[in-house]
């Protein structure tokens, strides 16, 4: 007999005959801001498996039957991980087959290059693809939803991508609608490695259509409690001034309105930085609040944090990894067994640090920025 658990998830997994996954219609998760955990999510003191919400065993077990399916690019089992030393905390992980599986980036040019419909998109995945639309109640009936995708080319177990509306051809630039169903997906999971992301055009963005990116890391990383200094009055903009690179960091306590101006608040930035032809990339994680926070910090609200970079466009093969989301944060996807067992904490914080804006124009978007986090600002649509 099925257990309560099993049966809940069933509805998200394929039919057993593939020649039944081209009418397979994309079930609903549906979910009320009661489900969006904003305490007691912290990092066990003692080995254990995971802790599981209904949002993570749904996911779970979804992801983990496409890939018994075979519908990845290639089977993703534990990946070697070790912890670089140093004092900065970065995470190392081995995945040869990402680096040599992974689809070609398309050809990007500028950091607001139009969508193409001709170019591959969202709305051309394989049936099967896709997990679950997520859907918040009540919301706006009259909108599809964010499509919950899996990522081919994984980084880590759980990896997908959140794709908001992708009917509507949307070019990959940050929403507020967008972001917001990103942190919610945070705050859904029980786990505190599951994070969420965003690359720019520029940033590493290989597809040019909204998307964000989802995945569990059973890792602490440096950005959950690095130290920061308020940017402005009101204390919603601050500068992550630990390593491995400085960020803009906005904070938010848990669900309600505080998440929406959030979401509102960090897309003037990412406006800005599309508008001056800016690349960028994004984290959202589980973390401490703004100021003399350490490592072991608890986890009492989510942080956002945005880096300003230079553009790269297409993939550097010669470097152990390419700078985005994950290795800003401190998570380095490395792509040969060489460079996993050799590389230091100084040769990757150059690698990172060396995709930083210049100092001269870093120091013109923080003041940008700065006067964009000031009240009364009209508010980006969604």
């Known amino acids: 007999m099925a257990t309560a658990q099993e049966s809940s998830e069933a509805p998200y997994l394929l039919p057993p005959d593939p020649t039944d996954w081209e009418g397979w219609g994309v079930p609903d998760f549906v979910y009320e801001q009661k489900e969006l955990l904003a305490a007691g999510v912290q990092w066990p003191s003692t080995p254990g498996p995971p802790p599981s919400s209904r949002f993570d065993a749904t996911l779970r077990s979804a992801w983990r039957q496409r890939m018994e399916l075979g519908l990845f690019r290639y089977r993703l089992g534990d990946l070697q991980t070790r912890a670089l030393p140093g004092a900065a905390g970065l995470v190392a992980q081995l995945n040869v087959e990402r680096g040599v599986q992974r689809r070609r980036p ?3 040019r500028s950091v607001r290059q139009a969508f193409d419909p001709e170019q591959f998109n969202f709305n051309k995945v394989r049936p099967g693809e896709v997990l679950f639309r ?21 980084l880590e177990w759980g990896h997908v991508l959140l794709v908001p509306e992708p009917a509507r051809g949307l070019p990959q630039r940050l929403r507020p609608a967008a972001l917001q169903a990103g942190l919610e997906a945070v705050l859904l999971s029980a786990h505190p490695g599951f994070r969420v992301g965003f690359n720019s055009l520029g940033g ?23 130290p920061s200094e308020p940017l402005d009055p009101g204390g919603h903009l601050h500068l992550l001034q630990g390593l491995p690179a400085p960020g803009f960091l906005f904070y938010v306590s848990g669900p309600g309105p505080d998440l929406e101006a959030l979401a509102n608040r960090v897309c003037r930035a990412t406006d800005y930085l599309s508008d001056h032809e800016i690349a960028h990339n994004l984290f959202v994680t589980r973390g401490a609040p703004p100021g003399k926070t350490s490592p072991s910090s608890e986890l009492t609200g989510v942080r956002v944090i945005l880096w300003a970079r230079k553009s790269s466009f297409g993939v550097k093969e010669g470097n152990a990894f390419n700078v985005a989301l994950c290795e800003l944060a401190g998570h380095l996807p490395i792509r040969t067994s060489e460079h996993f067992s050799s590389l230091t904490e100084a040769a990757a914080l150059a690698l990172i640090q060396g995709c930083l804006l210049p100092p001269a124009r870093a120091e013109e978007v923080r003041a940008a920025l700065v006067a964009l986090a000031a009240p009364g600002e009209p508010q980006p649509s969604g």
């Open 106 to 108: 398309q050809d990007i």
């Open 134 to 154: 997520l859907r918040r109640q009540p919301g706006p009936a009259q909108r599809e939803g964010v499509l919950v995708v899996i990522n081919v080319s994984p």
């Open 204 to 226: 590493l963005a290989s597809v040019n259509h909204l998307h964000l990116h989802g995945y569990y890391l059973a890792h602490r990383l440096p950005v959950e409690g690095a």
